[in-house]
């Protein structure tokens, strides 16, 4: 494997034509299969027997990127290792490093330290983004309020502060366990 192959690479929608046929192929395949495809999957070569099985989360990848180049968006391909660095981590989480160390100090997100430095697994880093995901939508639903339009502005007001208020105390208690 070339070192060019471990590089972060970008591919632009082309040949649309070509991706609606294998975009078709794959609707087809899903749709004869249902919600859970046959788990098995094969590249194919130029001669008739030339083929290879290829494991489930490589045709994920495929079908993503198939439906994303067909809808004219282009694809980044970046290898990453398995294991982070904080600024990396930082970087996917759309955080600051220093948020990310404190994230570990806390015991928030698990990491190992190899020397003087701490490493993340990607895997542990990716629960950590969903599950904060969750937390928010959760409090978005949690401090909305329906309006109707002869209500007061200032007693809405008050109910969402409430509610904040509310919230906040949770977040204090589960942090104080």
Known sequence: MTAELLE??????EEQEQMATIASFLDA???????????RYFLAGAEEHDQIEVPEALHRVLVHAVAALRAGRAITISPTMPKLTTQQVA????????????????GELASERIGNRRKVLLKDALTYRDARRQRQYQAIADTSVDVS??????VVNDRLKRIRKQRA???RRSANL
């Open 8 to 13: 972060s690479q970008t591919y632009l929608p």
């Open 149 to 154: 339009e002869d209500e007061d502005a200032a």
């Open 29 to 39: 395949h899903h749709s004869k299969t249902g919600e859970r495809p046959e788990r």
């Open 91 to 106: 970087d996917l989480l759309g955080v600051s490093r220093p948020t990310v160390v404190r994230l570990i100090d806390n």
């Open 169 to 171: 105390e949770q977040r």
